[in-house]
């Protein structure tokens, strides 16, 4: 069965303490995989779209990797204001999307 | 300025009761769809439109029912068929269906007693 899992559920961070969130996926056939910020009570803020392993994205302090069965976010330096959850979603060859549960992150002064 | 946007934030409703979320977009995407948000699950979809006038059921369909008159409106009814309504839901919005990312609104949180 097609699904993705995000890890950890939560991260705390020291402003300034780099780290990486995890996306790893099932599907049968990949088109694309996408990464969302949410704020509590907030819809999704996208990100960035990767569809082939190898390719990389980046946008201030996130920068998105993908291979064949996963993808992580780096986040280099980061602020309090980078403080949300972090959605991974994956849409396969049949355009179907999968969300997983998402990264808590927080970014403490 | 483009975006979705969807009202009311917030909506109260007591039970057996139908409820009508709504989400327009002014984007000019030709795809819509609508998501439930749940704690500490993901995402699950409930109806998506590719055109005008047609649309098609998600994962969890039951109790839902869309329509797509006009290509930038998209509203959602709860029936009292939903068997656990409460939650929060969200409308997105995409050029298409493949390989686009979606643009959400800012979402409706649904609560019903």
């Known amino acids: 069965e097609d699904q993705v899992t995000q890890s950890p559920e939560a991260l705390r961070l020291q402003e300034g303490e780099s780290s990486s969130l995890n996306c790893s996926y099932t599907?049968?056939?990949?088109?694309?995989l996408f990464w969302y910020r949410q704020d509590p009570g907030k819809g999704p803020e996208f990100l960035f779209t990767?569809?082939?392993a190898g390719e990389e994205k980046e946008k201030e302090r996130l920068k998105a990797t993908l291979t064949k069965k996963e993808s992580f976010l780096h986040i280099t330096a980061p602020k309090p204001e980078d403080s949300a959850t972090y959605l991974c979603a994956v849409q396969d060859t049949g355009n179907q999307f999968y969300f997983g549960t998402g990264t808590s992150l927080t970014v403490i002064p | 300025d483009g975006g979705i946007t969807q009202s009311p934030k917030y909506l109260f409703r007591k039970e057996g009761q139908n409820v009508t979320l709504s989400c327009e977009q002014n984007?000019?995407?030709?795809?819509m769809y609508w998501y439930r948000q749940d704690p500490g699950q993901g995402l699950r979809l409930i109806y998506y439109s590719q055109i005008v006038n047609d649309f098609q059921k998600g994962d969890i369909a039951e109790g839902y029912s869309v329509s797509r008159e006009k290509k930038e409106s998209f509203p959602l009814t709860v029936t009292s068929a939903q068997k656990n309504p409460t939650a929060f839901y969200l409308c997105?919005?995409?050029?298409?269906?493949?390989?686009?990312?979606?643009?959400f609104g800012p979402g409706t949180r649904l609560t019903v007693t």
């Open positions: 984007l000019n995407h030709d795809a």
């Open positions: 990767l569809y082939s």
């Open positions: 599907v049968s056939g990949l088109r694309g």
């Open positions: 997105a919005s995409s050029p298409g269906t493949s390989a686009y990312e979606q643009y």
